[in-house]
């Protein structure tokens, strides 16, 4: 199974300062089809988890433009360029190239100091 | 647009089985090309993929869950369900429906106690 590692797993930031959370897979995320199925999620508190970042860079719809993915193969990373308040929560990469079973990393979570 | 909405029991006892339905509105579950999905979240906790089912009926299930777990769909109440047999305190969580990975319910508190 491909066990995804997230670090930090806590994220005290300041307000107006970038953050970066690191993702790494213990496998390869490039699928046969030359795609590499590394998506990010948002969970804010007391909310359903929210797609913010799908197959390393792309933005989904209404994703404020702070936030970005980069990376390739096995090492990740989902920047914040200036964090706020409304940022708060905890976020997860999930792989799905090695499906049928898709894993979620075990979050970060990020806070304001 | 569409949405999504878990329900069902929020308590089960344990040994039983664990059933939800997700609805979903604003749009047809037998259009093509999503996945329906279940995923948990134990209290505190990160996220666990339970499974999901295709459009065309195919399923797929997490290796850790799979002698316990069923998922269906019924198209004609525009609805999939979660079956999960033989619970335990363990089993207790937060459980979400999803369209593909973009399209999520608000989660359902399932716990099970006695």
């Known amino acids: 199974d491909v066990v995804m590692t997230q670090s930090p797993l806590s994220l005290p930031v300041t307000l107006g300062q970038p953050a970066s959370i690191s993702c790494r897979s213990s496998?390869?995320?490039?699928?046969?089809?030359?795609?590499?199925?590394l998506n990010w999620f948002q969970q804010r508190p007391g909310q359903s988890p929210r797609r913010l970042i799908y197959k390393v860079s792309n933005r989904d719809s209404g994703v404020p433009d702070r936030f970005s993915g980069s990376g390739s193969g096995t090492d990740f990373t989902l920047k914040i360029s200036r964090v706020e308040a409304e940022d708060v929560g905890v976020y997860y990469c999930m792989q799905g190239t090695h499906w049928p079973l898709f894993t979620f990393g075990p979050g970060t979570k990020v806070d304001i100091k | 647009q569409v949405q999504l909405q878990e329900s069902g029991p929020g308590l089960v006892k344990p040994s039983q089985t664990l059933s939800l339905t997700c609805t979903v509105s604003g749009g047809s579950i037998s259009s093509g090309g999503y996945y329906w999905s279940w995923i948990r979240q134990h209290p505190g906790k990160g996220l666990e993929w339970i499974g999901y089912?295709?459009?065309?009926?195919?399923?797929y299930y997490n290796p850790s869950l799979k002698s316990r777990v069923t998922i269906s769909v019924d198209t004609s109440k525009n609805q999939f369900s979660l079956k999960l047999s033989s619970v335990t305190a363990a089993d207790t969580a937060v459980y979400y429906c999803a369209r593909d990975q973009d399209l999520w319910g608000q989660g359902t508190l399932v716990t099970v106690s006695s």
């Open positions: 496998q390869s995320l490039v699928y046969s089809d030359g795609n590499t199925y």
């Open positions: 089912i295709y459009y065309s009926g195919s399923t």
